[in-house]
């Protein structure tokens, strides 16, 4: 069974993109660099059953908090949050590493970053797998031809306006986002040692409105495709049991790819990488060791 990482781990504070990010890092110098991206509502600790399997095998393993999160930078403003932005602090965080390209693994919002990144900077990218994520780039149509689609993501909606969100998420110690986690996830997913670990994270100054900001920043530049197919290998590991988003958007995904797969868990939820973390983590190692 995966060992879970501590979640009060030491991380270590890298400029990238003119802010200052919190992760964790890991693994041989000298391995391959791999960066574990998370999505909302977590922080770096989300990877916790994938961080010292990836080093163990030989990775040099980066795991960020992204911005807005937990202890790195929070910038003002839904501009600082947009999808370009967003692919750029990966490709920094790179380099300040050293590294001229690295392979990206991400989750929810940190697979659309993965995404955007492999299509904006694809000679950075060398291989890429997104867990229950879709390209950007597929999302919006995808949503207006299959209404049901558009009624799982209705909560985007709310998640923009000013305000209220904020208050809603930090209410009763932060009840509705810890009921969203055990509501779209498995028996089991995530303990009450869980929950204190994630409110931790989420009480941070200013965390919610960073959190939130992500996807804010959306309508101001909405994700358009580009014309060229992504060459570098891709997989797509997907949770059948999603709540929130349906397969169609991994299919769709993957046409946007010229080496593309995708890799079913029939059982699992949006939290496949926690629930089926030792089969996930198998496939994580052969496809990055490919």
Not at 11 to 27: K, P
Not at 72 to 95: C, F, I, N, Q
Request: glycine share 8%; proline share 6%; charged share 20%.
């Amino acid at each position: 069974m995966a060992q879970a990482t501590d979640p009060r781990t030491t991380g270590i504070h890298l400029q990238a993109n003119g802010i200052t990010l919190h992760c964790i890092e890991t693994g041989p110098k000298d391995g391959p660099l791999v960066i574990l991206l998370h999505g909302f509502p977590e922080f770096w600790w989300g990877w916790r059953h994938q961080i010292e399997p990836l080093a163990n095998a030989g990775f040099r393993v980066l795991v960020p908090d992204q911005r807005g999160y937990n202890l790195s930078d929070k910038p003002e403003g839904r501009w600082a949050y947009d999808l370009d932005t967003l692919a750029k602090d990966v490709v920094a965080l790179s380099e300040t590493l050293g590294y001229s390209q690295c392979s990206l693994v991400g989750h929810d919002w940190g697979g659309l970053v993965a995404w955007w990144a492999a299509s904006r900077h694809p000679e950075r990218i060398e291989r890429l797998i997104a867990i229950n994520a879709p390209h950007p780039a597929v999302a919006g149509a995808y949503m207006r031809r299959h209404p049901s689609q558009m009624l799982r993501s209705s909560y985007i909606g709310f998640f923009q306006l000013p305000y209220l969100p904020e208050a809603l998420f930090s209410a009763n110690e932060y009840r509705a986002l810890k009921r969203a986690l055990l509501r779209t996830s498995r028996t089991g997913t995530f303990s009450e040692k869980d929950l204190v670990e994630y409110k931790r994270a989420w009480s941070q100054s200013g965390a919610l409105t960073g959190m939130l900001n992500w996807y804010r920043a959306l309508p101001l530049k909405p994700p358009r495709a580009f014309s060229e197919k992504l060459s570098m290998p891709v997989l797509a590991i997907w949770g059948m049991q999603d709540w929130s988003l349906e397969f169609g958007l991994c299919e769709e995904s993957l046409a946007l790819c010229t080496r593309g797969e995708a890799l079913r868990f029939e059982k699992a939820t949006h939290w496949v990488h926690l629930e089926e973390a030792d089969a996930v983590n198998r496939a994580l190692f052969g496809f990055l060791k490919a």
